[in-house]
Every structure is written in C-alpha cells, then in structure tokens.
C-alpha cells in the first residue's frame, strides 16, 4: 500500500524497554527517521538511519532497519515516564517527508 | 529567533470565513513545508517551497488552500471560506536544504477549529 503504517498504541511500565514498529513504502528512501511529539507540542526529531544501514544507536534509542522487508523499528532502553509521547517514522518520498500515523506511548510508573 | 515560529498559536473562526496561518521559519533555511495534523490522524503533507516557489503543491486539499512565501523567508498559508473539516493544527517545517540528509525543524503549529 502507500501508507506508512504503525501500531497506533503501546502501554509499558517504567524501566522496561519500549519497542516501536514501522512499516515503510519506498524502498529508494535515503533516509528514515524517527519524530517525537509530545503534548502540545511540535514535531522533534529524534533520530534516522541511513539506507545502507542495519542498525543505530544513539544513548537510549536503538533503531533497526530491515529494508528487504521495509520494516523499521524504535527501542527504547530503560524508558521514563517522560519518554511518554507519539512517535512518528517518517520516510523520503519525491523529496518531502511522508509521515506514518503515528504510535502512542504511555509509560506508567 | 532561533526556532521555527507559528502564529497565531490557536485560532477559532466561523465557517465561511477565511483564515490566514503565518510561518517563520529558520533564518537562512530555504526550504519550508506546511503539513497539517487532524485529530487522531496522521500528519497530512500540504506544500513544499524552496525558496520562494512551491515544487509540490500536491497535498493541498482544494483551490480554497493557498499559500505564499514572500523573500524566501515568510510565508502565509491561507484558507479560504473554511469548513469544519478544515479544523486541524498546520505545523509548519523548515530545513537548510531538501529533506534529504538534512533535520527538518517544526513549529509548535496552529491549532485551527471551525465552528
């Protein structure tokens, strides 16, 4: 399909780890990223991989990359309650970002 | 300043009315994209500029949707003789250049309702 699909909700508790799933279209895509929204706020990315990479890992944040099946993924190590927020991916298509639906994430304590 | 700066914040307008959203981008960045978020949806792409004309104007919903960017710098988005429908937060994005590589930056967006 064209959609950037995602789960739309994810509930964990405090200190666990958090495991966000994209599934993306455009397999020519340079670039997949990873926004942050939190309420009432903008869109802040987070972060992106490129193409030719498998994975990446950024502190916390680990994303992972399977391009034969377009699948990519967020974790999220020892989350906080202020990772509490929605996560977008978002991929390049004709030179402008195509965002997925986005998941929400609620960490409890 | 040193983010990308929307106005007004909130806006309630009768339908039929017309509205404009104003968008400050990043001072230097040449690329800008106005995207707009309904409630529970996704975020939905509007227009794309570089500089001050509009590659992709694909996303516009209708010819009640327009918008401008003046000196490369601001720009206006505006909608005609609104809708309910139209009722949505228009988060407005700049970049130092194509999306390509380069972080997009957003506002904190405007939230639109139509009553």
Redesign the interface.
């Known amino acids: 399909g064209e959609d950037?699909e995602q789960s739309l909700f994810l509930s964990v508790r405090e200190g666990d780890s958090s495991v966000i799933n994209c599934t993306y279209t455009d397999s020519s895509s340079?670039?997949l990223y990873w926004y942050k929204q939190e309420p009432?706020?903008?869109?802040?990315?987070l972060t992106?991989i490129f193409s030719n990479m498998d994975m990446k890992q950024d502190q916390r944040l680990t994303v992972l990359l399977n391009k034969k099946d377009k699948h990519l993924s967020l974790r999220i190590a020892d989350t906080q309650t202020g990772d509490s927020a929605i996560y977008?991916c978002a991929e390049?298509r004709?030179?402008?970002?195509?965002?997925?639906?986005?998941t929400r994430l609620l960490v409890s304590p | 300043g040193a983010g990308v700066s929307q106005s007004p914040s909130n806006k309630v307008t009768e339908k039929g009315k017309d509205v404009e959203l104003r968008c400050d981008p990043i001072s230097g960045h040449t690329a800008l994209y106005w995207y707009r978020q309904s409630l529970g949806q996704g975020l939905e792409f509007l227009i794309y500029f570089q500089g001050n004309s509009a590659p992709d104007k694909s996303g516009l919903p209708s010819d009640r949707f327009s918008a401008e960017r003046t000196g490369g710098s601001v720009s206006t988005l505006t909608i005609q003789r609104t809708q309910q429908e139209d009722s949505a937060v228009y988060l407005c994005a700049s970049s130092p250049r194509q999306w390509v590589d380069t972080e997009a930056f957003f506002g904190q967006g405007t939230r639109l309702t139509v009553v």
């Open positions: 950037v340079t670039y009432g706020a903008g869109l802040q990315l992106y977008f390049i004709f030179q402008k970002l195509v965002f997925g639906t986005g």
